[in-house]
């Protein structure tokens, strides 16, 4: 499951721990797990297959494997290549050696005396400094390091952290991350960034390793982080005090202490190198009476390797956002280890792979042909969902229901949450015979088709989806997400259930999507602050703002008149850059702000009046 919309799903659902006996949880007899659900499983989730994350032979291995179940079943290859659907993406993003930084003519070292930040535009800048504190504003108390600061075409210094008393405790109870406060700079005119470690209450002076950003998050102006020498020789240039005594100064006083360093000049530029990587889609055809089809969906990508915390594709730097909800003390060692993924998404893939098997196994078609997908570069942001309905192998209006399986091996309680019953009117009476002829209890996880899994790129081309996942566990994006705690009796539960879906998906009239749920979906979530009501594109890294796909129904941006494709500069006086400009704006603004919201649409510059509402959310 997709690591973007995480903190979304925490919203929608509580935290469960996997129930780790051999047999389902529920009180009714089972029979014994099907060995092959067990066996798909290990294959996916073996050390040998390097934790499926982009860009290692592991991911290839298990898109082959994929391949040659389907063709052991029987089925059609239904992609570009056989039954692959191949595509690049960029998988990784470093610093190039032509990067540089001088101060009045004197050129500094590579990752010695500064380092891109991973959010850093790339690009040249030159100019005259301004030492702007700690670059942070706060309302409770009052207090912003900009007010009255002239920052047009200037470059902006400032210090990590917050104002400190003289106990070394923050005065403020919350400091933006410095993304924030380099685009707060930008906002007011910087043309570059600076940011340097302050001498006091934080220890050693290091420079922050340059990590990639997820989704490609930057800012529209290169930032840099010097060491505190390189920050001292802007100052001496400039005949101001150095770093510590400014920050004595502001935090004695807890008062702004902005300098004007204009004597000093910094010239600089900021240069990355992409890395692409070939990756595939697997898909496979099961022929129909009919023409028309339901997609069985599942990711086969995980994240690779990881140093604690969360787990990232081969290539990436470490990071560690795995929310306290769900972790727990790793027992493995530190140091690079092998996030296997069993339940995310292997459990998924061999369900979808068994649906397959027992459909074949029956001898006659489906009233409906079938098309089975395993997606790759789910973790990425949806990727490979998103590059097959974009590009689709079939013709996309013969689609007319999906299936998504994503996480359906940590069954607990004999709960089964379903997502997206309300975006076809004959899902209702499809889930309730499934239910009732199922020992698993239905929980509904959203009825609208928004979710952080592949089914979204579905409904976002308006196919009814449905969407099985069995809980969120302590194992969820860490190393110990392993094979041995799956639940395969409760996966073949899942299975079962999977083919009773699929069969009235296969039967049930074509309908038209249903988007009445939408906005209450779990991707949409319940936040502080206001809503506009965008789908933002996370695939999309370099579109100059936030290109959405869709807009949520009866939302700010529906009746605005945003559409698909739009891309975001603006809201009110804020530059829109990412998905994360756009929830600082939405987080600090009001229900029934109204506000003017720019687009780029067909190369032109549009603005549309909005007025921003109240987050809804979802009931149960």
Same mark, same amino acid.
């Given at each position: 499951?997709?690591?973007?919309?995480?903190?979304?799903?925490?919203?929608?659902?509580?935290?469960?721990?996997?129930?780790?006996?051999?047999?389902?949880?529920?009180?009714?007899?089972?029979?014994?797990?099907?060995?092959?659900?067990?066996?798909?499983?290990?294959?996916?989730?073996?050390?040998?297959?390097?934790?499926?994350?982009?860009?290692?032979?592991?991911?290839?291995?298990?898109?082959?494997?994929?391949?040659?179940?389907?063709?052991?079943?029987?089925?059609?290859?239904?992609?570009?290549?056989?039954?692959?659907?191949?595509?690049?993406?960029?998988?990784?993003?470093?610093?190039?050696?032509?990067?540089?930084?001088?101060?009045?003519?004197?050129?500094?070292?590579?990752?010695?005396?500064?380092?891109?930040?991973?959010?850093?535009?790339?690009?040249?800048?030159?100019?005259?400094?301004?030492?702007?504190?700690?670059?942070? %504003?706060?309302?409770? =108390? *009052?207090?912003? &390091?900009? !007010?009255? /600061?002239?920052?047009? @075409?200037?470059?902006? #210094?400032?210090?990590?952290?917050?104002?400190?008393?003289?106990?070394?405790?923050?005065?403020?109870?919350?400091?933006?991350?410095?993304?924030?406060?380099?685009?707060?700079?930008?906002?007011?005119?910087?043309?570059?960034?600076?940011?340097?470690?302050?001498?006091?209450?934080?220890?050693?002076?290091?420079?922050?390793?340059?990590?990639?950003?997820?989704?490609?998050?930057?800012?529209?102006?290169?930032?840099?982080?010097?060491?505190?020498?390189?920050?001292?020789?802007?100052?001496?240039?400039?005949?101001?005090?150095?770093?510590?005594?400014?920050?004595?100064?502001?935090? %004695?006083?807890?008062? =702004? *202490?902005?300098? &004007?360093? !204009?004597? /000093?000049?910094?010239? @600089?530029?900021?240069? #990355?190198?992409?890395?692409?990587?070939?990756?595939?889609?697997?898909?496979?055809?099961?022929?129909?009476?009919?023409?028309?089809?339901?997609?069985?969906?599942?990711?086969?990508?995980?994240?690779?390797?990881?140093?604690?915390?969360?787990?990232?594709?081969?290539?990436?730097?470490?990071?560690?956002?795995?929310?306290?909800?769900?972790?727990?003390?790793?027992?493995?060692?530190?140091?690079?280890?092998?996030?296997?993924?069993?339940?995310?998404?292997?459990?998924?893939?061999?369900?979808?792979?068994?649906?397959?098997?027992?459909?074949?196994?029956?001898?006659?078609?489906?009233?409906?042909?079938?098309?089975?997908?395993?997606?790759? !570069?789910?973790?990425?942001?949806?990727?490979?969902?998103?590059?097959?309905?974009?590009?689709?192998?079939?013709?996309?209006?013969?689609?007319?229901?999906?299936?998504?399986?994503?996480?359906?091996?940590?069954?607990?309680?004999?709960?089964?949450?379903?997502?997206?019953?309300?975006?076809?009117?004959?899902?209702?009476?499809?889930?309730?015979?499934?239910?009732?002829?199922?020992?698993?209890?239905?929980?509904?996880?959203?009825?609208?088709?928004?979710?952080?899994?592949?089914?979204?790129?579905?409904?976002?081309?308006?196919?009814?989806?449905?969407?099985?996942?069995?809980?969120?566990?302590?194992?969820?994006?860490?190393?110990?997400?392993?094979?041995?705690?799956?639940?395969?009796?409760?996966?073949?539960?899942?299975?079962?259930?999977?083919?009773?879906?699929?069969?009235?998906?296969?039967?049930?009239?074509?309908?038209?999507?249903?988007?009445?749920?939408?906005?209450?979906?779990?991707?949409?979530?319940?936040?502080?602050?206001?809503?506009?009501?965008?789908?933002?594109?996370?695939?999309?890294?370099?579109?100059?703002?936030?290109?959405?796909?869709?807009?949520?129904?009866?939302?700010?941006?529906?009746?605005?008149?945003?559409?698909?494709?739009?891309?975001?500069?603006?809201?009110?006086?804020?530059?829109?850059?990412?998905?994360?400009?756009?929830?600082?704006?939405?987080?600090?603004?009001?229900?029934?702000?109204?506000?003017?919201?720019?687009?780029?649409?067909?190369?032109?510059?549009?603005?549309?009046?909005?007025?921003?509402?109240?987050?809804?959310?979802?009931?149960?």
């Amino acid at each position: 499951m997709s690591r973007l919309a995480f903190s979304a799903l925490l919203i929608a659902s509580v935290a469960l721990v996997g129930c780790n006996r051999p047999t389902v949880c529920t009180s009714g007899p089972l029979r014994e797990p099907n060995a092959s659900l067990r066996g798909d499983v290990q294959y996916l989730a073996a050390d040998a297959q390097q934790g499926r994350g982009i860009g290692t032979a592991g991911l290839d291995r298990a898109a082959d494997f994929i391949g040659n179940r389907f063709r052991a079943l029987g089925l059609r290859p239904a992609g570009t290549d056989g039954y692959f659907q191949p595509f690049g993406m960029t998988t990784n993003t470093t610093v190039a050696p032509t990067t540089s930084l001088t101060v009045d003519g004197r050129p500094l070292e590579l990752n010695k005396d500064y380092t891109p930040l991973g959010f850093s535009a790339e690009g040249t800048f030159a100019g005259p400094v301004v030492f702007a504190g700690y670059g942070t %504003t706060s309302t409770r =108390p *009052a207090y912003d &390091d900009f !007010a009255g /600061a002239d920052l047009q @075409g200037k470059l902006v #210094l400032f210090m990590r952290f917050g104002p400190h008393d003289a106990k070394g405790e923050p005065r403020l109870e919350r400091t933006k991350d410095l993304a924030s406060r380099a685009k707060a700079a930008t906002d007011r005119g910087a043309t570059g960034v600076l940011i340097v470690h302050p001498p006091r209450h934080h220890g050693r002076d290091e420079l922050l390793p340059y990590t990639s950003p997820f989704g490609e998050r930057r800012l529209s102006v290169p930032v840099v982080q010097v060491t505190q020498a390189v920050a001292n020789r802007i100052l001496a240039d400039a005949r101001q005090p150095d770093l510590a005594a400014l920050q004595d100064r502001i935090d %004695t006083a807890f008062k =702004p *202490a902005t300098v &004007d360093a !204009a004597d /000093a000049q910094v010239r @600089g530029a900021v240069a #990355l190198t992409r890395t692409r990587q070939a990756v595939k889609n697997v898909i496979a055809l099961m022929p129909g009476v009919s023409d028309e089809i339901v997609v069985v969906g599942a990711h086969y990508d995980h994240l690779g390797f990881g140093v604690g915390g969360i787990g990232l594709p081969a290539g990436h730097p470490p990071t560690s956002t795995a929310p306290a909800a769900v972790t727990q003390p790793s027992t493995r060692p530190a140091g690079p280890q092998i996030y296997n993924g069993a339940d995310d998404n292997a459990s998924g893939v061999a369900a979808m792979l068994d649906v397959a098997f027992e459909l074949a196994a029956a001898g006659t078609r489906p009233a409906r042909s079938i098309l089975f997908i395993a997606f790759t !570069a789910e973790e990425e942001g949806v990727i490979g969902s998103r590059h097959f309905v974009d590009h689709p192998t079939v013709p996309l209006g013969k689609v007319v229901a999906m299936l998504n399986l994503d996480m359906v091996g940590r069954l607990k309680d004999d709960v089964l949450y379903v997502g997206g019953g309300g975006t076809a009117r004959s899902f209702d009476a499809i889930l309730k015979a499934a239910d009732d002829a199922s020992p698993l209890r239905f929980r509904n996880f959203g009825k609208g088709g928004l979710g952080p899994s592949d089914h979204m790129t579905f409904a976002l081309k308006k196919v009814p989806v449905l969407f099985l996942f069995t809980g969120l566990h302590p194992d969820y994006h860490r190393p110990t997400d392993d094979a041995d705690k799956v639940n395969y009796a409760g996966m073949e539960e899942v299975v079962r259930v999977a083919l009773r879906l699929v069969q009235g998906m296969t039967t049930m009239p074509r309908e038209q999507y249903v988007d009445s749920s939408d906005p209450t979906s779990m991707m949409v979530g319940a936040r502080p602050g206001a809503s506009l009501g965008v789908i933002p594109d996370y695939s999309v890294s370099d579109a100059g703002g936030l290109r959405i796909v869709g807009v949520t129904p009866d939302s700010a941006a529906a009746a605005a008149g945003l559409k698909g494709g739009d891309v975001i500069v603006r809201v009110g006086v804020h530059a829109v850059e990412n998905i994360q400009d756009l929830s600082d704006v939405l987080t600090d603004a009001k229900p029934g702000d109204h506000v003017t919201v720019a687009v780029m649409r067909d190369g032109k510059r549009i603005e549309l009046p909005a007025i921003l509402t109240a987050p809804k959310r979802r009931n149960d």
